[in-house]
């Protein structure tokens, strides 16, 4: 009964690699979100959707691409990998106007 | 642009309390956030404030917020190795589904 579950947990692979990570929230909640962790624990908000609505896209390389095939799915791919990807990124999701339950994260390491 | 600032590091000892210093810029703020992440961890709501308060408290954790100044504080009593985490301040935009976290603030507990 996970709240907010990503998949997979750690994820390595090699440069030029596709890879997607996805995320569930079981809670109801109208937006979700895409943050990436850098390795200084800088949080930055990726992207915001709601409704399975694009709100937010923070300048984020066209490489990366979300997908939301219905509210409680929120999908991440990421094309071309970079090493410069290697991250935590976490998924989250909020009742619209009020806070954020993050999911676990989901570690990319390029190698 | 939305900016939160937070010092990196906060050292006290066991038993004593612990005050992490968050600033931001924006004025058009709802809620405002404190978050915790242990080690390997998601990022855990905490408490939150409206952005109308001065106050709120919840056991052992007293937030307070100045809003002319645009500052914000975290107080945990009586603080204990369990404390030992990084703490994220977080301003929320609900008419943009967006919320910027601050850098972070390593809290570490002395025996």
């Known amino acids: 009964d996970t709240a907010v579950s990503q998949t997979p947990k750690y994820l390595v692979t090699q440069m030029g690699n596709d890879k997607s990570i996805k995320c569930e929230q079981n809670?109801?909640?109208?937006?979700m979100y895409w943050y990436k962790q850098d390795s200084k624990k800088f949080l930055k908000i990726m992207f915001s959707?709601?409704?399975?609505?694009?709100?937010i896209n923070e300048t984020v390389p066209n490489r990366f691409s979300p997908k939301s095939p219905d509210k409680a799915h929120l999908n991440l791919h990421i094309n071309s990998l970079e090493l410069g990807d290697s991250a935590v990124y976490f998924c989250a999701s909020s009742p619209q106007g009020w806070g954020a339950f993050f999911g676990q994260g989901t570690r990319l390491t390029v190698v | 642009g939305e900016d939160v600032e937070q010092s990196l590091f906060l050292s006290v000892r066991e038993g004593d309390s612990s005050v992490i210093n968050c600033t931001y810029t924006?004025?058009?703020?709802?809620?405002l956030y404190w978050y915790k992440q242990e080690p390997g961890a998601g990022l855990q709501l905490l408490t939150y404030i409206f952005s109308n308060m001065d106050m709120k408290q919840d056991q052992r954790l007293t937030v307070l917020l100045n809003k002319k100044d645009k500052h914000l504080s975290l107080r945990i009593a009586d603080t204990q190795t369990g404390d030992s985490a990084i703490y994220f301040c977080a301003d929320g935009y609900s008419s943009a589904s967006k919320i910027i976290f601050g850098s972070g603030t390593r809290l570490s507990i002395r025996p």
């Open positions: 924006d004025s058009s703020s709802t809620y």
């Open positions: 959707y709601n409704n399975k609505e694009l709100i």
């Open positions: 809670l109801g909640h109208d937006t």
